[in-house]
């Protein structure tokens, strides 16, 4: 089993649409989580971290379930410019430790 | 500010040759990384630094070595270039005070590597 799995997609969701991702974690002593945003070709960057009692930042709600093990990203009303890859980040201890998931593909279309 | 600057950001290297991939950053960050990213793969940690003069190997460190005698600065090197290290790599930055992860890891643009 992999430590950090996501679904690859490609979710393809029309303008305005709420669209969710999921992530599963396996080391159950993980620390910290963060969602990042990878656009084609471009470098990784910080969307949000991920807060035990859920936080929100405007259109994205992230969530952590720490008895199932997932966290999860929300995006309501999405957006052209919310195409990109949707990478799943987790901390369990040590930098060689620090996970990346594989990334969710999200295609907004008009 | 500059943030994490990586050089160059394309390379054709031939099977058996070497080379360095540059990467510096101006936010006076402690902790640096080296990552691989592969087509449809997560990120892989090749080398990490906690400071000037310390390393440690990451997950994928066969075939790479890597250097800091600077705060500002992390080369990676590539000794015996083969096909199986081609990939686009990352560097990162970030300021830690050995907890738990908490802040942002900062990213350059990446090196498109290709060995042929």
């Known amino acids: 089993r992999k430590e950090v799995e996501q679904d690859p997609g490609p979710f393809n969701v029309p303008e305005g649409a709420t669209v969710a991702f999921n992530c599963t974690y396996s080391n159950s002593a993980s620390q910290s989580f963060f969602w990042y945003r990878q656009d084609c070709r471009k470098e990784p960057k910080l969307l949000m971290s991920v807060y035990s009692s859920g936080n929100e930042d405007g259109r994205f709600t992230a969530q952590l379930n720490r008895a199932s093990q997932y966290i999860s990203l929300l995006i309501r009303d999405s957006k052209l410019s919310d195409s990109a890859t949707y990478l799943c980040v987790v901390f369990s201890g040590g930098y060689n430790k620090l996970i990346f998931g594989a990334g969710t593909r999200l295609a907004v279309h008009p | 500010n500059a943030g994490v600057t990586q050089t160059p950001k394309f390379r054709i290297l031939k099977i058996g040759q070497s080379m360095t991939l540059q990467c510096a950053q101006d936010?006076?960050?402690?902790?640096m990384y080296w990552y691989r990213q592969d087509p449809g793969m997560g990120l892989k940690l090749i080398y990490y630094s906690v400071g000037a003069g310390i390393t440690d190997k990451g997950e994928v460190p066969n075939g790479y070595n890597v250097s800091r005698s600077t705060t500002e600065d992390f080369p990676l090197r590539l000794e015996l270039a083969a096909p199986s290290q081609t990939s686009v790599y990352f560097c990162?930055?970030?300021?830690?005070?050995?907890?738990?992860?908490?802040?942002?890891?900062?990213f350059g643009e990446g090196s498109r590597l290709t060995v042929l």
């Open positions: 990162a930055s970030s300021y830690s005070d050995g907890g738990p992860l908490y802040g942002e890891l900062f």
């Open positions: 936010m006076n960050h402690n902790y």
